[in-house]
């Protein structure tokens, strides 16, 4: 079956980078368009960022624009998301999505993105 499995989390001061890491498997990753999706403490999910089977980005929220950037090894089923110019407001529950689009095929358990002095 799909999993999905995240990591990279962790807590880092504002202007801070981290990178995220999505491992995938039970599908033919590198036929699927991927997405990162957030949520923020109380807040519904979020689609932020998504990338084609090429490698292109198809869609960046305004939100990250310019500072997020998502990237993908086909070779490794591995999708990536490097996070720059960290802010507080980017803390939330990091998930991979299969799939260009929210909501989502499915998706992973996240892994927490923490941003504080």
């Known amino acids: 079956q799909v999993q999905l499995v995240e990591s990279g989390g962790g807590m880092v001061q504002p202007g801070g980078s981290l990178r995220l890491s999505c491992a995938a498997s039970?599908?033919?990753?590198?036929?699927?368009?991927m997405s990162w999706v957030r949520q923020a403490p109380g807040k519904g999910p979020v689609q932020i960022i998504s990338?084609?089977?090429?490698?292109?980005?198809?869609y960046t929220a305004d939100s990250v624009k310019g500072r997020f950037t998502i990237s993908r090894d086909n070779r490794k089923n591995t999708l990536y998301l490097q996070m720059d110019s960290l802010k507080p407001e980017d803390t939330a529950q990091y998930y991979c999505?299969?799939?260009?689009?929210?909501?989502?095929?499915?998706w992973g358990q996240g892994t927490l993105v923490t941003v504080s002095s």
């Open positions: 999505a299969k799939g260009g689009a929210w909501p989502a095929e499915a």
């Open positions: 039970g599908f033919t990753f590198s036929r699927y368009g």
């Open positions: 990338i084609n089977t090429g490698g292109v980005t198809t």
